[in-house]
Structures are given as structure tokens and as C-alpha cells.
């Protein structure tokens, strides 16, 4: 079984630019996460979508992030400016549903300069 | 607020020796708990799971977790740690009902001697 990919695996950018993120979930999986994992720090769920629905995006800085999950499978996470705190290792997860375990992908390791 | 409290940041054993990390939620209701391991430059991986049942679950690799809920903990052990154990160790909690999210802990990062 494939599992959860991500793209790129790391990314540098100036403060300010703008950045994408791009995961593909296991196949069949109606539950897809984006996490933050900041250095030292376990992860924290950014958002949260079940099909191509967002169920919950409460910590999700929507000021500067967006996401979307068109047609329910693959997801895109964008950062708009993007600011030094932002430096940090993005992970995507997806799961059968909301009662399962999660499954990660490997991160983007993001560095913001 | 959902919390999860990993009390130990950094571990040091020598191979052979016990393992027990700690790890305390904050209440909230029935949960599903989780112990998920990241070794070096890998992707993290579930290394147990509790959602009802036996409170003591056994996981991959010699892994065990105790749920004590008036405890409100989930300690994960090893009667004897092996070098590959080397890895950062993370607790997450989920409460039950709705689109509940997993919240992590801060995790433990082991090393262990050869």
C-alpha cells in the first residue's frame, strides 16, 4: 500500500513570498490533516478535512494560510506571506475516517529567511 | 482545551535497560490515545493505540502502553531498549464524538547507548 505523499520535501523562501504545499493521501482515505510541527515542538493540527469538506480549521491562521481538497483526494496548503515564524516542518496525514489512526507522509520542512 | 503533557523531553538509557515514558491528557471525556514513534529522518509511524478494552495495549516492536484513566495517563514501556530505539516518541489524544482532533504532546526524544 503507497502511502501518503508529500512534495516538496523542503522549501526555503524569503519572508514575505508565498509557498504551496502538495500531499496525495492513501488511496481511499476520506480523512486528510495538515499539521505544523515546529522545532521542539510536537505537532499541531492546522486543519482538518473530511472528504473535501474542512472540519475543522480553528487553528489555522487564516490571515496568511489557506488549504483546499478538491474532489475530496489530493490537498494543497498555502502560505501567503510568508512570515520567519512559519519555519517549520508541514505534515500531512489522512486516515479512513475520524475514528482511525492516522497515517503521515514524510513533511515539507519549510524555511522561511 | 484539549492538552497532552509529556513530562520527559530527553532520554538517555543504556541498551538493555527499561523503558517508560510518561504521558497525562487532560480530562474530557471518553478517548482513543495513541503512541507514535519518528526515527531519524523518517515519517512518523503509530506504534500503539488504545480505543476501548483491555487498558493495556500491546504494540509494535515490544512496545506496551497502560491506559489508567483515573489517572488520566497512557505510559508507554520497554522491559529492555535496544539501540534502534533510538527515536523521538510522541502521545496523542483524541476525544470521542464528532470531528474530533488528535492532539499531540511535545515527545520524548530517546537515545539509547550501545
Known amino acids: 500500500e503507497a502511502g501518503v505523499a508529500q512534495s516538496p520535501r523542503y522549501k526555503i523562501i524569503e519572508k514575505r513570498q508565498s509557498v504551496a504545499f502538495w500531499c496525495n493521501p492513501i488511496s481511499g482515505h476520506a480523512t486528510l490533516y495538515w499539521y505544523q510541527q515546529i522545532l521542539g515542538q510536537g505537532p499541531k493540527l492546522l486543519i482538518q478535512?473530511?472528504?473535501?469538506?474542512?472540519?475543522?480549521d480553528s487553528q489555522l491562521p487564516k490571515d496568511r494560510f489557506s488549504a483546499e481538497r478538491l474532489k475530496g483526494v489530493d490537498s494543497t496548503l498555502k502560505i501567503q506571506p510568508a512570515k520567519l515564524e512559519d519555519s517549520a516542518v508541514y505534515l500531512c496525514?489522512?486516515?479512513?475516517?475520524?475514528?482511525?489512526?492516522?497515517?503521515f507522509g514524510q513533511g515539507t520542512r519549510l524555511t522561511v529567511v | 482545551a484539549q492538552s497532552v503533557s509529556q513530562h520527559n523531553h530527553h532520554v538517555i538509557l543504556s541498551e538493555a535497560a527499561s523503558l517508560e515514558l510518561g504521558c497525562n491528557y487532560s480530562y474530557g471525556g471518553t478517548v482513543n490515545l495513541f503512541w507514535y514513534v519518528q526515527y531519524p529522518g523518517q515519517h512518523l509511524q503509530l506504534l500503539l493505540k488504545y480505543f476501548s478494552g483491555d487498558p493495556l495495549v500491546k504494540g509494535i516492536k515490544g512496545f506496551e502502553a497502560e491506559f489508567i484513566k483515573s489517572k488520566f495517563s497512557f505510559n508507554l514501556r520497554k522491559p529492555s531498549v535496544q539501540w534502534s530505539d533510538t527515536a523521538e516518541y510522541f502521545c496523542?489524544?483524541?476525544?470521542?464524538?464528532?470531528?474530533?482532533?488528535?492532539?499531540f504532546g511535545t515527545g520524548t526524544k530517546l537515545q539509547v547507548i550501545p
Open positions: 496523542a489524544v483524541r476525544y470521542s464524538g464528532g470531528y474530533q482532533k488528535v492532539t
Open positions: 496525514a489522512s486516515s479512513h475516517g475520524t475514528g482511525t489512526e492516522a497515517f
Open positions: 478535512f473530511q472528504n473535501n469538506g474542512v472540519v475543522d
